[in-house]
């Protein structure tokens, strides 16, 4: 016998199944603000100790292999101004005020930076000229 105020066909589920769909909303919304934060986090971080040592290492080689090596003239009379160069500009092109500031998603590209880096024309030209002596010999 069907009572008056029961509705016919009503599944028992119906009241289930909101409250998974309630709770799974929830979820979406809580895994959205999650991926916010994380995202926010991967945009400030900057890079760690290791990456900060591998840069330095590999921007150190670029600038001896520019000065031709630290027993050279260029590298006693110039190393100062070249070791400068080099940081100064990577800061110019990262746009950070040190260049341990760089944030850790471009470390690949702070380090394709420093190994692919030379002095501009006019270092260069001096360099090659304090070294000539020591290349023609």
């Known amino acids: 016998m069907i009572k008056s105020n029961e509705i016919v066909g009503k599944s028992t589920g119906h009241v289930a199944q909101k409250k998974r769909t309630r709770l799974m909303a929830e979820m979406v919304t809580s895994i959205d603000e999650l991926d916010t934060r994380v995202t926010s986090l991967e945009d400030t971080m900057r890079i760690n100790g290791t990456q900060e040592y591998k840069i330095h290492e590999k921007g150190k080689a670029s600038v001896?292999?520019?000065?031709?090596?630290?027993?050279?003239?260029?590298?006693?009379?110039?190393?100062?101004?070249?070791?400068?160069?080099?940081?100064?500009?990577?800061?110019?092109?990262?746009?950070?005020?040190?260049?341990?500031?760089?944030?850790?998603?471009?470390?690949?590209?702070?380090?394709?930076?420093?190994?692919?880096?030379?002095?501009?024309?006019e270092l260069l030209m001096n360099i090659e000229e304090l070294n000539k002596g020591v290349s023609n010999d």
């Open 64 to 121: 001896m292999k520019a000065l031709g090596g630290k027993d050279t003239p260029a590298y006693k009379k110039l190393g100062r101004k070249v070791f400068s160069a080099i940081w100064s500009e990577f800061k110019h092109y990262f746009d950070i005020p040190r260049y341990n500031e760089l944030p850790a998603k471009r470390f690949k590209d702070g380090l394709k930076f420093v190994e692919t880096w030379h002095p501009k024309q």
